[in-house]
């Protein structure tokens, strides 16, 4: 039996998971409620709170999966991207922990694991995972992306954003409307009793599967000024409409990417992954896509969508059968540049 445990610290959330021959037996989340008040992620805060929360949400992941840590095989840590402070703490604690017991340490990127969380089983006879060559469309507060996944070793990234991701587009538009942070899932709350169809925003015409979401941005912030200066209270109105509207051009420019890539490469096992793909207007694009172009979809559980280290623990586990384990020179990397590979 090839047990892992799985350790993701990128941004905000301290998390702890152990898979066991590819079956989810914990995956544990602490989550940090203080960056709400400063609208935004504090990274000094931020990677404080991982020092606090990694030993208790390690010992609660081995405590819930039901095994001794003598039992690991081998520790999985997010290297990158992310936050480098809080990076380093789980870093850190993965060498230290690793170290002790005498396991194998295998270093993971944080974006193609979000992609292989598809692959986690909820027991020995799920067979529920897509199928290769697949689609996904990887969709975060950071990264936009759309990835021909040939296996689970190999990746081939299509088309990516040239500057702002959707989720930062969400995140950043509900700011200037005062609706705080996070503002993604609020903003997707509000767009349920919304008429998506009440006003028009820029959409970018980038060529070939990239994305942009910059315009987009500038042209909600112009929007609302204009209507500011005529009416104070337009956005507190029409708060309803401006996020169903606002929820809708972004999918628009995520899906009709995604459909184009799938007809011209002739796919129809499509998948979506990342934190956005919480998002209930983007799941409901995605069954109305199944229904009309026939694809078959893969939609994460809520609970793999966030930053999770079941996510982690699953990409340890291939790279745990491929024999890539990491020396402890390993340090942590913030951001990864333009590449068109992820390899496990």
């Not at 590819?22 to 008040?37: K, M, P, T």
């Not at 028009?200 to 912030?221: C, N, Q």
């Not at 994460?300 to 996510?311: G, L």
């Amino acid at each position: 039996m090839i047990t892992i445990l799985g350790i993701e610290s990128s941004c905000d959330d301290t998390s702890a998971a152990v898979i066991r021959d590819g079956v989810i037996l914990s995956n544990v989340i602490a989550n940090q409620s203080v960056h709400e008040r400063y609208g935004g992620v504090i990274p000094e805060l931020a990677s404080r709170a991982h020092q606090q929360n990694i030993i208790p949400v390690v010992h609660d992941a081995l405590q819930q999966a039901g095994i001794a840590r003598e039992e690991l095989s081998a520790v999985a840590f997010t290297r990158g991207p992310g936050l480098l402070g809080s990076l380093l703490v789980g870093t850190s604690f993965a060498k230290g922990f690793a170290s002790a017991l005498h396991i194998p340490l295998i270093e993971v990127n944080h974006l193609q694991a979000h992609v292989l969380a598809h692959f986690i089983k909820e027991d020995a006879e799920d067979l529920n995972q897509p199928r290769f060559p697949f689609l996904c469309l990887l969709v975060s507060g950071g990264n936009s992306q759309i990835i021909v996944v040939k296996s689970v070793y190999e990746m081939d990234i299509i088309g990516q954003t040239i500057d702002d991701a959707a989720g930062e587009a969400f995140d950043k538009c509900a700011k200037v409307m005062g609706l705080g942070y996070p503002g993604g899932p609020v903003v997707d709350k509000l767009a349920s009793q919304g008429n998506a169809d009440a006003f028009t925003f820029s959409k970018p015409h980038i060529a070939g599967y990239d994305y942009s979401f910059s315009g987009l941005k500038t042209s909600f912030l112009y929007f609302l000024r204009d209507r500011l200066a005529t009416d104070p209270d337009f956005i507190e109105k029409n708060k309803a409409d401006l996020c169903a509207s606002l929820q809708k051009t972004i999918i628009d420019i995520l899906m009709n990417k995604l459909r184009r890539a799938a007809n011209d490469l002739h796919i129809k096992e499509v998948a979506v992954a990342g934190g956005v793909s919480a998002n209930s207007g983007l799941r409901r694009s995605f069954e109305e896509h199944r229904d009309r172009y026939g694809w078959k979809i893969h939609i994460p559980k809520f609970s793999y969508t966030t930053d999770n280290a079941a996510m982690v623990a699953i990409t340890g586990y291939y790279k745990y059968l491929k024999g890539e384990f990491c020396g402890y020179e390993a340090t942590p990397y913030a951001r990864v540049y333009r590449s068109m590979k992820y390899e496990v």
